[in-house]
């Protein structure tokens, strides 16, 4: 038996030292930070939810008049009209034909920006084409309305003569023509998060460039580019000043894109610009369809979820 | 060397190489790679056996400003692949690889076999599905997942991945494989496993291996090639590099008195 195991035998009276006290100044000192941090945090949550309250709470109100079943089965919106209707379906088809039109230009030509810009362009090239097409983002939505009415919609009534001076294929396009860095951008970077072995094992089996950025490249980012997608997808919906521009403001049931309609964010816009009374039911019409709006982006948002959950990187 | 009847498949000659940086990775390297027979890189981190499995297979190209100098010329076409009129990817149809970290594509495991015929525009269903068992069997891994070759292949332990990759090297039916420290991620096992494979497939093509484990080097290989900063400072078979080493340097690193 050494000193060593008579020790540990030993009863020993347990006392915390002063050097391993707990220190009090610092655990304030943390916890302060704590609280500051969280209340940051905070703020984005809390604006959020007071948002959703007031949709809901002036929502509300507006459908102590409109009954639910008007609201959804009725075609026609003229909330301002002497024979008063209350059905968000025009605004909701204008809003989804929009998106349609301007989602079918903005998704080939950004993910194929993508993949060139990831897998062909040369570092130079992309040095250059990328901050391009990101300055592209920050042309304000004003222009780009006007850019569908003035310029593109003329130019499309040579080729379709029928087509009205405000339509949503014009707007759709511009729209479209305007996501595309979002989808360009985002893509981009889920593509060249791809492991660099991956690529190789690839060319390692005889693959061209364009085999390898289809076949394995563009599965293995597919999470991301779906997330792209979805972005895209919430910016169509909410885009206002577009389609208030160049889209019309008649509300119509119509799933055509050579018709005239108005968005939902269209009348938004149309209505609060004009001088609707404070609590007057077109004043509450306004947060009934903006409900709706959020309603439509948050179904993307998490379908978006649910694919990037399925479909997530393994790598 | 006791196999003086073995047929030459492949040597560098006079290979020197350089990275896009300026940086020389390879001096003047003259080896050849035997028939059916192993072929290891031994060395040091950082003296070159990587660079130089990966000229075999043209692999430098994907990145710009890497040159090569010097030639590996392939039998029996007598050709240096190096050359620039040669397409680097029939280069790789017939010169497959193995890398270090297994690497699946996110694809079935089926379809990872098949990516290889996929690619050189093979869609006939059966010729696929005999391929790809043909494979899965020479990679010893079709009794593992002969019911399951719809599953990601992410699903796969790392040892099974490696073999899946093996699988997938070998459904094009390649002349020559290079393995780039082929168990470095795997355990005990699975690396005894990939060993064995390598000893059985050598009856149908040629290895070329790297590896940092010398007693690897030892017991799959027939020959023995120990590289130090970018040059090939002596090539023997494997028993005499591991027994009799002419140089000291070689010694010394066998011994694991350096590197």
């Known amino acids: 038996m050494n000193t060593a195991t008579q020790m540990l035998n030993q009863p020993i009276n347990l006392t915390i030292s002063p050097r391993l006290a707990k220190n009090v100044r610092r655990n304030i000192k943390e916890r302060i930070i704590e609280f500051i941090l969280m209340l940051a945090a905070l703020s984005a949550v809390a604006t959020t939810l007071s948002i959703v309250a007031i949709l809901l709470y002036e929502s509300l109100s507006f459908f102590k008049t409109v009954s639910l079943v008007d609201f959804f089965t009725d075609t026609q919106w003229t909330p301002l009209f002497e024979d008063a209707h209350y059905g968000i379906l025009p605004l909701v088809s204008g809003t989804l034909t929009t998106s349609a039109v301007a989602l079918a230009v903005a998704i080939p030509i950004g993910t194929i920006s993508a993949i060139y810009l990831s897998e062909f362009a040369s570092h130079k090239t992309r040095e250059i084409v990328k901050p391009l097409l990101e300055l592209l983002v920050g042309v304000p939505t004003i222009v780009f309305g006007y850019f569908a009415l003035l310029f593109l919609t003329p130019i499309l009534q040579k080729i379709f003569p029928e087509l009205p001076g405000f339509n949503m294929l014009s707007a759709g396009i511009v729209m479209g023509i305007m996501i595309v860095p979002y989808i360009a951008s985002l893509a981009e970077d889920a593509m060249r998060a791809v492991p660099m072995s991956m690529r190789e094992g690839s060319y390692a089996m005889g693959a061209t460039r364009f085999q390898t950025a289809t076949r394995v490249v563009t599965p293995a980012a597919i999470s991301g580019i779906v997330a792209a997608y979805i972005l895209g997808i919430s910016r169509a919906v909410g885009e206002t000043m577009v389609v208030a521009v160049a889209a019309g403001q008649q509300p119509i049931v119509s799933f055509n894109p050579m018709e005239s309609a108005a968005t939902i964010t269209a009348y938004i816009v149309q209505v609060a610009l004009g001088d609707l009374p404070h609590g007057s039911i077109g004043y509450q019409s306004i947060f009934a369809a903006g409900l709706v709006l959020m309603g439509i982006t948050l179904c993307f948002n998490i379908l978006g979820h649910l694919i990037r959950k399925k479909y997530r990187e393994h790598y | ?259």
């Open chain 2, 1 to 259: 060397m006791q196999n003086t009847t073995s047929i030459i498949k492949a040597q560098s000659k006079n290979l020197d190489f350089f990275y896009s940086n300026g940086m020389q990775a390879l001096k003047s390297v003259n080896m050849p790679l035997y028939e059916n027979k192993i072929t290891a890189l031994i060395g040091p981190s950082g003296c070159g056996k990587s660079t130089f499995l990966r000229c075999f297979n043209r692999m430098h190209d994907l990145y710009p400003g890497n040159k090569y100098q010097g030639e590996i010329v392939m039998h029996p076409d007598n050709t240096n692949i190096l050359e620039h009129g040669v397409d680097p990817i029939e280069v790789r149809m017939r010169i497959s690889m193995v890398f270090q970290k297994p690497n699946p594509f996110p694809k079935s495991i089926y379809e990872n076999v098949a990516y290889g015929l996929r690619v050189r525009g093979e869609s006939n269903k059966r010729m696929l599905d005999d391929k790809v068992e043909e494979a899965l069997k020479g990679a010893a891994l079709w009794n593992e997942v002969k019911d399951r070759q719809q599953d990601l292949a992410f699903n796969l332990s790392g040892g099974q991945q490696q073999r899946l990759c093996i699988a997938r090297a070998l459904a094009t039916d390649p002349e020559i494989m290079l393995f780039d420290e082929p168990t470095s991620a795997l355990d005990p096992i699975a690396t005894a496993n990939i060993e064995e494979l390598m000893s059985e497939l050598k009856q149908k093509l040629t290895i070329l291996v790297v590896t940092h484990n010398m007693q690897q080097a030892a017991r799959v290989s027939d020959y023995t090639a120990y590289m130090y900063l970018g040059e090939l400072m002596e090539y023997d078979d494997t028993n005499t590099i591991f027994t009799n080493p002419t140089r000291k340097e070689t010694e010394d690193y066998i011994t694991g008195k350096f590197g």
